[in-house]
């Protein structure tokens, strides 16, 4: 079947104002009936594994994906040969080298990741990771001056491959410098030097999906292999052992959970449950996770207190905490991260009902900007990432959200919907002089800007955007994978559906409809979530809830609708409390039945 999807439960206009339309078409169906019947599957399950292109043949290694079958050759990627043969050539003659971070949970985890890796060979690399506010993102000339000082080889990780000129400045300290990153290139690469980056434009690996941390693993294998049959240095370190930081960092920067990123999550939350690394488990443990860490810790829980450092605090501590063996220093620096996530929640909160404000202003004429911007100076600028980024759900268009300092020069962090690029966008207006610099992906970008040049900035991104923001929300369709009722979303449904995951960017979760279900009870809870339980027409329950919803539109259609017949859409999630284990659906959306 071509065309437009065919709508599920005819909903053509839900609380969030979308449709709600088939996933699978005609050929898919009949595809999740040859699954269903050659691996013995559920229905559910098969539709799921359909809906995302999987064949028969390929079902059963999909669900248990492995990294000896997806691991790509790292030789494929542009310059990684040269790459291992400087790292192997630094540890064999025992160079100082130091590695230069981003503040961010991937580039903490490449940091660590790269360090423990030299201090198996007996090399204690300084890590550096700049100060968000007051060096901003990437190398600057001042601190790479500062690490040739100390090293003959500085690595960078997550981030490098526009910083030409910080580079230089290390290079005519004295020191050689190696890339290791993943973001979009906006200009000339640095001049003589080694850039490994799967998004350069003469790069044919086909890896522009990893995180830095997939790009640092691959140099990592690379190095090990010109390693081999060294007598004088000690067997190589297993590289499997590093999967939980890969997890980790794979999940946290939002990059799509497909091909090998998914057996990076996959095995690598089965080796972090062994809790190995001293960090990892202590941070679990200041969190107080009392479940088995899922894909959801690392992003919602784990992710966020990683970053906290570097949003409100010492930026290096995710990377010393990811680094270390020692368990007294990592619960040390667990502890403070997990205070200084609770500041950062506070602030986050403050400013995000601030922004939220101007921007139902703006909006409140005529539809407002494609674009929003929004900016002050009494934002943190440790926190633009996140505003923007609520803003973004919020206004559902890309949004930028923006702290200006004293002398009127902002920081500030955007976010954009699916089907826009956004980095691309950033180094335009780089290009054009609206920015002092900028870069970042398709999904996010970082800008810094004067506040004399944002009137011009606004121009230039409603000029850019030109109708496609408003022509991509008016095509927003929520995809429905199947229907089932509160009786079938049973534990063993929810496992088995698990299997299929990770799920998350570019590997959507299965998103389930319960048609003609009793809302017998909805409340708000919490800071601003609705809590809610559903029955259907046979009188089984299941519990759900709807997460930073109370004050949007879909919170106020469930509180409204008490004792209402109404379509539920959602995931299905397990539920840990005292011991016990419940399902649970996560609400996405809901309509009138």
């Known amino acids: 079947m071509s065309g437009e999807k065919r709508l599920f439960l005819d909903v053509g206009n839900s609380a969030t104002g979308r449709t709600w339309r088939h996933r699978l078409d005609v050929r898919q169906e009949q595809l999740a009936t040859a699954i269903a019947q050659e691996h013995g599957l559920p229905d559910i399950v098969s539709r799921v594994l359909a809906g995302r292109g999987i064949v028969a043949d390929e079902a059963e290694r999909f669900l248990d994906p492995t990294i000896r079958d997806l691991l790509p050759d790292p030789s494929t990627l542009t310059d990684m040969k040269a790459a291992a043969d400087r790292l192997a050539k630094a540890i064999c003659s025992r160079e100082r080298v130091a590695i230069f971070g981003d503040y961010d949970v991937d580039g903490a985890v490449s940091s660590a990741m790269l360090a423990r890796f030299l201090r198996h060979y007996g090399i204690e690399a300084r890590i550096y990771i700049p100060d968000r506010i007051f060096e901003g993102y990437g190398p600057n000339p001042d601190a790479m001056r500062e690490l040739a000082g100390g090293a003959s080889l500085i690595v960078t990780v997550d981030c490098g491959t526009n910083s030409a000129e910080a580079i230089a400045a290390g290079r005519n300290a004295g020191a050689e410098v190696l890339v290791l990153d993943h973001h979009q290139v906006g200009g000339s690469l640095p001049d003589r030097t080694?850039?490994?980056?799967?998004?350069?434009?003469?790069?044919?690996?086909?890896?522009?999906?990893?995180?830095?941390?997939?790009?640092?693993?691959?140099?990592?294998v690379e190095t090990v292999r010109r390693l081999r049959g060294a007598s004088d240095l000690p067997a190589p370190p297993d590289l499997l052992k590093y999967l939980d930081l890969l997890a980790l960092a794979t999940v946290a920067d939002v990059v799509p959970l497909t091909g090998v990123n998914r057996a990076f999550v996959v095995k690598g939350l089965i080796a972090m449950r062994s809790m190995a690394n001293a960090g990892i488990a202590a941070l679990v443990r200041a969190a107080r996770i009392g479940e088995p860490v899922a894909t959801f810790h690392l992003g919602f829980v784990l992710g966020p207190r990683i970053n906290a450092g570097g949003r409100i605090g010492d930026a290096a501590l995710g990377a010393r905490l990811l680094a270390t063996d020692d368990a007294g220093e990592a619960q040390e620096i667990?502890?403070?991260?997990?205070?200084?996530?609770?500041?950062?929640?506070?602030?986050?909160?403050?400013?995000?009902?601030?922004?939220k404000a101007?921007?139902?202003?703006?909006?409140?004429?005529?539809?407002?900007?494609?674009?929003?911007?929004?900016?002050?100076?009494?934002?943190?600028?440790?926190i633009v990432g996140l505003i923007a980024s609520r803003l973004k759900d919020h206004a559902r268009r890309p949004a930028f959200a923006i702290a200006f300092n004293a002398?009127?020069?902002?920081?500030?962090?955007?976010?954009?919907?699916?089907?826009?690029?956004?980095?691309?966008?950033?180094?335009?207006?780089?290009?054009?002089?609206?920015?002092i610099k900028g870069g970042g992906h398709a999904m996010a970008a970082g800008i810094t800007v004067e506040k004399g040049k944002l009137g011009a900035l606004r121009g230039f991104f409603d000029e850019m955007a030109a109708g496609q923001i408003f022509a991509l929300r008016d095509q927003e369709s929520v995809l429905i994978d199947a229907a089932l009722s509160a009786g079938g979303a049973t534990i063993e449904l929810v496992e088995t559906l698990e299997r299929a995951g990770p799920f998350g960017a570019g590997h959507a979760p299965p998103l389930l409809v319960l048609p003609r279900h009793v809302l017998s009870d909805a409340r708000q809870v919490g800071t601003n979530h609705v809590r809610a339980e559903l029955r259907s027409e046979t009188g089984q329950r299941i519990s759900a809830i709807a997460f930073r919803a109370a004050d949007t539109d879909l919170g106020r259609f469930l509180l409204d609708r008490r004792g209402q017949t109404v379509h539920v859409a959602g995931t299905l999630g397990i539920n840990h409390w005292n011991g016990n284990r419940t399902v649970q659906l996560r609400i996405v959306d809901a309509a009138a039945a």
């Open 358 to 382: 101007e921007a139902d202003a703006e909006m409140a004429a005529g539809g407002g900007p494609e674009i929003l911007v929004s900016g002050s100076p009494d934002w943190h600028p440790g």
């Open 407 to 435: 002398n009127g020069i902002g920081t500030g962090s955007g976010r954009s919907i699916a089907g826009f690029d956004l980095g691309r966008l950033v180094n335009a207006a780089v290009e054009k002089g609206l920015l």
């Open 334 to 355: 667990a502890e403070t991260l997990e205070r200084l996530n609770a500041e950062r929640q506070a602030l986050e909160q403050q400013m995000v009902d601030q922004a």
């Open 194 to 220: 080694i850039v490994v980056n799967p998004n350069r434009e003469d790069d044919l690996s086909g890896q522009g999906h990893l995180c830095a941390a997939g790009v640092v693993f691959l140099a990592l």
